[in-house]
């Protein structure tokens, strides 16, 4: 027995005793929780379609302006410009078999 229980009334005690009344019979919503459920699915739906369409991290600054494109060649340079040559490593060919 706790130590609560000691201070109950009689009444108290038989009332928390009472076995749970078994009620399987369906008992359709009343209005008010209708009204209620709809309002929540509404607003959840909205939550979603809003965070989809807007997500966080609020507005974006200005684009930063764009990298200026490279010089073109000097007449007489072949490299470090746009047209120039460029070297490329490659392995050699393996031996026919």
């Not at 929540?40 to 369409?53: E, H, P, R």
């Amino acid at each position: 027995m706790s130590v609560d229980a000691g201070r109950l009334g009689p009444a108290a005690r038989s009332r928390r005793l009472q076995p749970v009344k078994d009620d399987d019979e369906y008992r359709p919503l009343s209005g008010r929780r209708r009204l209620l459920l709809l309002l929540l699915g509404v607003a959840t739906a909205a939550a979603i379609v809003l965070s989809l369409l807007a997500p966080p991290g609020g507005a974006k600054g200005p684009r930063p302006p764009p990298p200026p494109e490279p010089a073109p060649c000097a007449p007489g340079q072949t490299s470090v410009c746009l047209g120039g040559k460029a070297d490329v490593i490659v392995a050699p060919a393996s031996a026919p078999r």
